[in-house]
């Protein structure tokens, strides 16, 4: 049977060699065959390796889509199908109005305000427009054809078998999809730091009906923005670093790449390998939806992402003619908003239909988010720019990643196509190359033009949380044009921060100025980011492992492995001794709580002194510091916490030393202590008896720890006390890779997908790779063919359109 599974692997494989290896002359045959409609007879070889790990091999760019969505939908359908009902704007007709909405393709609260915005750019045939403009600035054929394979896949899939899975068996919202309904699902992940932080806001605003309305104020909108754009506020972030020859054993490059993406929901990870013989090799982790690589690496080059601080997004504020609050000005002359009616279906009500409103600028908004208003008065409008709204180069840009032989060729293909939204890219090869870049679209904000054109609102917003905030009313405050940008108002390439070969390049969320501290970038715009500045706990920790690690030298695979669980807690390393002699110093042991009680806190002063600082599964005294360190910062200000402050010139060891004369540390050990006991839960416990994901009935505890412990190896556990403690993940470490070269053919990487392949319980795969996420081990990678031939669990699916 293994023999017979390996000859049917070798000649499937063998035929879509010899369609490829075409000579020159018989090129716009494929070409033809290429651009063919999706019933046209798409197929693709799928080798199937531990893990439920997809090796898809195909013909052609429409083929290799295909056999992406064909298996993705294998997996994932139920997650798919839900996020397709979310970009058709259907999401009221079939779950209500009312409902909590898709949190992973926009920040609507509400299921109709997502489909009044999602109805509102299918209905202006937005995404149709930026298909049909040619590349650079739009997408390629390879990106169209990859969606249109995608959709065909996908509707194999269904046509050919019955889902399983209880989030969707026998849904009336489980439906085919067209090359459209993927283009748009793309255009939400591309806009989800702009437009899709304001969906609320674009989908409330109406003219006013008075002339009454009091400006925003503009500190506490400065606090909101900050606070909104903050890093660790967000629901993805990452951990990346590559290495450079110079600090390896061999002289050939390392990354690990961390993401820290949801555990559940439409921005799952899902991983496989794709080729087009002759033409691409790569391996990865795919957003789901997507039909390219977004994390990966191929046989020279791996490269991971991390969530940028640049502001993706700006807002021009409006002056509004005072006898119609439609009507702007601009330079002494008014325009008129033009109006979009959007009619939305409702399960078991009537329809609604609200009018939306855009400018030149963009659409007219009164919110971003629920703690940013921006009120539309007689004489004030808002209108937020995202440049990302005409950008749809993303899975050009991730090909040029695919096909890249070096880190020269990832930042070629960046200023070719520039199309990524909102993350940053760190890159190593096999040449001993390092890369770090912030290469993002951005609104073409300089510090110049925020000076001369910021509102007074602007003039705080700005320089607080790098929103800018442009006097509308001034045809001189246009965001202009850059030569080396590939559609107007955005930075070229030659404006973004990029460090090339220096011996390590990390970011973990924070600006670019330290990708390596010994080499800081500055000189950027205050729309990148913050130079100067404070930095997280978990990039302070993540400088301080990765500057060792370089200064330590002859680096593999093994040393990366090892940095992602070594499960270190930067707040521990600075708090935990201090505190618990704080603890041993209180006057008969006991603190008083928030709620006035006394209480014993004696044990937990021994559990924080013999802590071993980590959040290893089997840490005692991880639980107790983390739910400590949570109530202390949520209760005294980071000014008031620390008696060294922050310095400039010591960004990486300060602030530090805790403050321990700060009443409330007395108080947050009280809380903790009673909260534990109140829950049942051994002050001393082993972290993995309380910060579990439960499968299956199965509770398989977790490493790593929240964003505020500074943790690498990042998780953000659920809070349950009936439970029994932390019985979920929301987010954290999901595709993971650590990659390097040894000379040979074959990249030697290790990976893991921390929530497994499928969110089908029925699944073999649905928590195999969680498990291994457990217990800190690895996949070993099968990217060359021997390797995948070998595998003990190979098993081959050569999937086709059937008629």
């Known amino acids: ?15 879509l060699t010899a369609a490829t290896a075409l000579p020159a002359a018989a090129a716009p045959a494929q070409d033809r065959q290429e651009q063919r409609p999706s019933g046209g007879g798409l197929s693709a070889v799928i080798r199937y390796t531990e893990y439920g790990i997809p090796h898809i091999v195909a013909g052609g760019y429409a083929d290799l889509g295909f056999g992406t969505g064909y298996a993705q939908a294998a997996d994932q359908v139920c997650t798919l199908a839900d ?85 969707c068996r026998n849904a009336a919202w489980v439906k085919p999809i067209s090359a459209l309904d993927v283009a748009v699902r793309g255009y939400a992940l591309s806009v989800l ?8 806001g674009i989908t409330a605003a109406q003219p ?81 939806g997507t039909a390219t690589i977004s994390i990966g690496h191929n046989a020279r080059v791996a490269w991971s992402h991390t969530v940028a601080t640049g502001v993706p997004m700006n807002l021009h504020q409006l002056t509004l003619d005072p006898a119609d609050p439609t009507v702007y000005v601009v330079d002494g002359r008014r325009e008129r908003m033009t109006r979009r009616t959007v009619t939305v279906a409702v399960k078991d009500g009537a329809p609604v239909t609200r009018t939306q409103w855009r400018t030149r600028f963009g659409p007219v908004v009164t919110s971003l988010g629920a703690s940013v208003p921006l009120p539309w008065t007689s004489t004030t409008a808002y209108a937020v720019n995202d440049p990302n709204a005409t950008n749809m180069r993303a899975s050009d840009t991730a090909l040029g990643f695919s096909e890249a032989r070096g880190t020269d060729d990832v930042l070629d293909a960046l200023r070719r196509t520039q199309g990524l939204p909102w993350v940053n890219t760190i890159a190593a090869d096999s040449g001993g190359h390092s890369l770090f870049t912030q290469s993002q679209v951005l609104p073409r904000i300089t510090d110049d033009l925020a000076q001369r054109c910021s509102t007074p609102l602007g003039r705080v917003t700005y320089p607080s949380s790098g929103l800018a905030v442009l006097d509308g009313s001034r045809g001189d405050c246009a965001l202009g044009r850059d030569a080396d940008a590939v559609q107007p108002g955005i930075f070229g390439p030659a404006k973004l921060p990029t460090l090339v070969d220096a011996p390590y390049a990390e970011n973990s969320n924070d600006s670019a100025w330290l990708a390596n501290a010994d080499q800081p970038l500055t000189g950027y715009e205050r729309v990148f980011g913050t130079v100067g500045t404070t930095r997280s706990l978990r990039t302070r920790g993540a400088v301080e492992d990765v500057s060792a690690m370089a200064r330590q030298g002859d680096l593999t695979v093994r040393d990366l492995q090892a940095q992602q669980f070594a499960n270190r807690v930067p707040a521990g390393d600075l708090v935990a001794a201090d505190a618990a002699k704080a603890c041993a110093a209180l006057p008969g042991g006991t603190a008083t709580g928030s709620d006035g009680r006394a209480v014993d806190v004696t044990e937990a002063c021994r559990v924080l002194a013999d802590w071993d600082r980590t959040t290893d599964t089997t840490s005692r005294g991880a639980l107790l510091f983390d739910r400590f360190w949570r109530k202390l910062i949520a209760a005294v200000p980071a000014a008031r916490l620390w008696k060294v402050p922050f310095s400039a010139a ?104 921390t929530y497994s392949q499928s969110s089908d319980p029925d699944s073999s795969h649905y928590s195999d790779q969680t498990r291994l996420f457990s217990g800190e081990r690895w996949v070993t990678s099968r990217f060359c063919e021997k390797d995948i031939l070998s595998s003990p669990a190979l098993r081959v699916v050569v999937a086709r359109e059937r008629r």
């Open 83 to 167: 996020g397709f009902v979310t970009t058709r704007g259907e999401r009221s007709r079939h779950f209500g109005a009312d409902a909590p909405s898709d949190p992973a393709l926009s920040s609507a609260a509400r299921n109709l305000s997502s489909d009044l915005y999602f109805r509102g750019i299918r209905e202006s045939g937005t995404v149709e427009r930026l298909l049909a403009t040619p590349a650079p600035a739009g997408p390629s054929r390879e990106s169209k054809d990859l969606m249109r394979g995608f959709a065909a896949g996908y509707n194999a899939w269904l046509k050919q078998h019955r889902i399983t899975d209880p989030a």
């Open 650 to 753: 010591d960004p990486v060891r300060t602030p530090n030393t805790l403050d321990t004369s700060v009443p409330g540390i007395a108080t947050a050990l009280a809380d903790t202590v009673a909260e534990l006991r109140a829950a049942g839960i051994a002050l001393g416990s082993k972290l993995g008896e309380h910060q579990v994901v439960v499968r299956n009935g199965k509770r398989i505890p977790v490493p790593g720890g929240t964003e505020s412990l500074g943790v690498w190896n990042k998780v953000e556990p659920v809070w349950d006390t009936a439970k029994g403690g932390y019985s979920a993940v929301s987010t954290g470490s999901s595709y993971i890779q650590a990659v390097g070269w040894d000379g040979g053919r074959c990249p030697v990487a290790r990976t893991l997908l």
């Open 208 to 288: 006013p009906v008075t002339t009454a309305g009091a400006a925003p104020d503009a500190d506490d909108t400065a606090r909101a923005a900050r606070e909104l754009f903050a890093a660790d506020n967000a629901d993805m972030g990452s951990n990346a670093v590559a290495f450079s020859g110079d600090t390896t054993a061999n002289g050939r490059g390392l990354l690990l790449g961390n993401p820290h993406y949801p555990w559940d929901g439409g921005r799952r990870f899902w991983q496989s390998q794709q080729t087009i013989p002759g033409r691409l090799n790569v391996s990865g982790g795919s957003l789901l």
């Open 193 to 200: 730091g702009g437009e899709g932080r304001a969906v609320d």
């Open 1 to 15: 049977m293994r023999t017979r599974l390996r000859r049917i692997a070798v000649t499937a494989v063998a035929l």
